[in-house]
């Protein structure tokens, strides 16, 4: 039964994937804000998703973090490692995060539930350009690096600019400096404003957002009334081969326009 729903999206699904100009959305019940059962659904959906689109035999995900995949990956279902041998990497760096949230966490939960395999980028989110030059030559981190280009699918949350900013431990200059840029979102070390466009940025080691769209599938994550701002701002600038997995609670916001 979910892969026939996975086949056949809602009505408010369509509606939603077109208002976005992504390929496809997956909308569970409820609000996120309210309800934590969400991120069950959310978890199985991503994994149907998954199911789904992954090629049989090696298969490389490459995950970024964030507390909603953080909520999510324990409901990913150890089928989806049949015939197929999982190998999970982390996007970036995130040294300095919450370790429970941090991509190094959900690769190794995602792999143990999968019966994969994980690689770890213990290297702090923000590095300087002279940093980032010579670490992307070190073998251990040329090694994750070159399995993130060959990613067969990208798991990515959206998050909020202030909030992501504060996580960061950016200070109050800092912060206000993002809010004159009008930033609402943040994804793959970009801060994008209401229009999508990137008002500032920070240097990642990792998945660099351009090069995304040479990833065949990719999944966005985010759910809960709040993110809604968030996920509007973000999409004009996903790829198209995107699949959003959200709730009711941010698509309802999205397609009233608010
Ligand atoms: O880059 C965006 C964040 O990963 C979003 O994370 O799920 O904790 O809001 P979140």
Redesign the pocket.
């Known amino acids: 039964p979910l892969l026939d729903r996975l086949f056949n999206a809602g009505e408010t699904e369509v509606a939603l994937a077109k208002k976005l100009g992504i390929e496809r959305t997956l909308i569970v019940p409820g609000n996120a804000d309210l309800q934590d059962r969400v991120f069950e659904e959310m978890g199985e959906e991503l994994s149907s998703a998954l199911n789904l689109l992954l090629p049989l035999g090696h298969s490389i995900v490459t995950l ?7 909520k999510s990956a324990r409901y990913l279902s150890p089928g989806l490692g049949n015939n197929r041998q999982l190998e999970f990497v982390p996007g970036r760096g995130a040294l300095g995060e919450n370790v429970e ?1 941090q991509s190094n966490t959900i690769v190794q939960e995602m792999a143990a539930k999968t019966s994969g395999t994980y690689k770890t980028l213990y290297l702090p989110e923000q590095v300087s350009d002279d940093a980032y030059k010579s670490l992307i030559r070190e073998s251990s981190i040329a090694d994750v690096l070159q399995d993130i280009s060959q990613s067969d699918a990208v798991i ?5 600019a202030q ?2 900013a504060r996580r960061r431990g950016y200070n109050s200059i800092k912060l206000s400096e993002l809010r004159e840029k009008k930033a609402v979102t ?3 070390g970009c801060f994008f404003d209401e229009n999508g466009k990137v008002v500032d940025r920070i240097a990642q080691v990792g998945l660099q957002f351009e090069n995304l769209y040479k990833i065949p599938h990719i999944f966005a ?2 759910c809960g009334a709040r ?1 809604a701002k968030a996920i509007k701002a973000y999409m004009p600038n996903a790829p198209h081969q995107t699949w959003l997995i959200t709730d009711e609670g941010a698509s309802n916001m999205i397609l009233k326009g608010k």
């Not at 970024?64 to 953080?70: Q, R, V």
């Not at 990515?156 to 909020?160: E, F, K, P, R």
């Open positions: 970024l973090g964030g507390t909603s995949l953080a949230t990515h949350g959206i998050g909020l909030e992501m943040e994804c793959f994550f985010a993110k």
